[in-house]
């Protein structure tokens, strides 16, 4: 006879293994995942609803794809971005117009991911947060002062890189 563990220590692993952090409260515990989204899982957690909650959270933030560099960084606080306070770097708006022309990428795609990411990582190569969409990954450097400059954008998974690589780099992909 086999014994099934606790799907609420299930969910816990999971979550956990997905970068959130837990508070626990008198109906259950809440978790906060390092993009900033929560979730409150019950107490009396049935395993029907365990596996939905897992199921959500590995769609979120399941594989990382190996395009957008960075990592998910524990007890790391994700800044808050004020989009009054954002402009982009000459080269971000270049890439918006090579990923606008080679596969229709829009302004409001962009927003988007900043306003209501898929996930949110820390990227050492270019000492910047990358918010990441469903295609597009936007690179954003966060002074201190609040101000937040688009450093530049990235496709958001590797087989939209090779669907539409940058210009120097096609020659290759022939």
Not at 43 to 55: D, I, T
Not at 113 to 120: F, G, H, S
């Given at each position: 006879m086999s014994v099934r563990k606790d799907p609420a220590k299930a969910v816990d692993k999971a979550f956990r293994e997905h970068g959130a952090t837990r508070d626990t409260h008198r109906h259950g515990v809440n978790y906060t995942f390092p993009d900033g989204a929560t979730k409150l899982v019950p107490?009396?957690?049935?395993?029907?609803?365990?596996?939905?909650?897992?199921?959500e959270a590995t769609r979120r933030y399941g594989q990382?794809?190996?395009?957008?560099?960075?990592?998910?960084?524990?007890?790391?606080?994700?800044p808050q971005l004020d989009?009054?306070?954002?402009?982009?770097?000459?080269?971000?708006?270049?890439?918006?117009?090579?990923?606008?022309?080679?596969?229709?990428?829009?302004?409001e795609e962009v927003m988007t991911?900043?306003?209501?990411?898929?996930?949110?990582m820390w990227s050492d190569a270019n000492g910047s947060w990358v918010w990441v969409g469903e295609r597009v990954g936007v690179a954003v450097r966060v002074r201190d002062d609040g101000h937040a400059e688009i450093r530049t954008l990235l496709w958001s998974t590797a087989e939209l890189w090779e669907l539409h690589p940058r210009p120097e780099h096609q020659e290759a992909h022939r």
């Open positions: 107490a009396n957690l049935r395993w029907g609803h365990a596996h939905e909650l897992m199921a990382t794809p190996r395009d957008v560099a960075g990592t998910q960084v524990r007890g790391r606080d994700v989009l009054r306070r954002l402009d982009a770097t000459p080269h971000a708006q270049e890439r918006m117009r090579l990923m606008r022309g080679q596969a229709g990428i829009r302004v991911a900043l306003v209501c990411p898929m996930r949110v």
